[in-house]
């Protein structure tokens, strides 16, 4: 460490070292809060000067930093405003049936759950051409959103249901042309192959089961209903 000066009216500190690092220290719980990474060399002259912090290097540069946590503050509320309308708009879309920006707006929210939930209910209800509708209407990076959320709904069983409905629509729905061209696509069926083929052989095996249920049903004997109470012993009366 060589330089130490305090910044913040004094609850915090600031020091710059020998690893070209600049870090910020608040004394009162002695922890480090922050850690800037800008110079190349040791950091060998720090001032503060309104509320901005100088700094200068053996690497021959000087930097300028300023103090941005209202900024930041106030950037994070406007962004989780615009978040709360946007979830309440894509309320109203599911709820008017306009499932392709219900389902861009699940999108751009990055939403896994609202999305799964929206093609879920889609598919159980029968509604493909409506699955096929939405996949139709996005563009190649919405696309490219939709397939990462179907690689990670395709590592669990109980959502493989709607990971395999929503990929056999994409098939269907976009051509190989198209999918070659999205970003990081090889990586993403190399995650969806090994999954399908394990689910794939899961369904065969209960399929293969149910046949076994079958063929004790056929076998057991059946016997009809009058031969059954003509068969049945029959109670003694008892004269008195």
């Known amino acids: 460490m060589l330089q130490v000066a305090f910044v913040t009216a004094g609850m915090q500190l600031a020091s710059v070292g020998g690893d070209g690092l600049l870090k910020l220290w608040t004394i009162k719980t002695n922890e480090c809060v922050n850690t800037f990474d800008e110079h190349e060399d040791k950091i060998w002259a720090m001032a503060i000067c309104d509320g901005e912090i100088i700094t200068g290097g053996a690497d021959s540069f000087l930097h300028i930093w300023k103090d941005v946590t209202s900024e930041e503050n106030e ?6 405003e615009e978040k709360i309308l946007i979830n309440q708009e894509l309320d109203d879309a599911r709820r ?10 699940a999108l751009k929210l990055n939403h896994p759950f609202e ?12 509604k493909d051409e409506d699955v096929c509708q939405i996949i139709r209407g996005l563009d190649n990076e919405e696309l490219a959103t939709l397939l990462g959320f179907v690689r990670d709904w395709n590592c669990h069983a109980k959502y493989t249901d709607v990971a395999q409905r929503t990929l056999a629509a994409v098939f269907e729905c976009v051509s190989p042309t ?11 069926f190399e995650a969806l192959l090994p999954y399908s083929e394990r689910h794939a052989q899961r369904l065969s095996g209960l399929l293969r089961q149910s046949y ?4 004790v049903v056929q076998s057991m004997a059946y016997v009809p209903i009058d031969d059954a109470e003509n068969n049945a012993p029959k109670k003694q009366k008892i004269q008195e």
Do not use: S, W
């Open 212 to 215: 076994f249920v079958d063929y």
């Open 96 to 105: 008017n049936g306009e499932y392709v920006k219900a389902a861009q707006l």
């Open 75 to 80: 950037q994070a509320k406007a962004d989780e």
């Open 178 to 188: 198209v999918l070659k061209t999205l970003p990081n696509i090889k990586e993403m």
């Open 115 to 126: 999305m799964r939930c929206l093609l879920h209910d889609l598919t159980r209800g029968g």
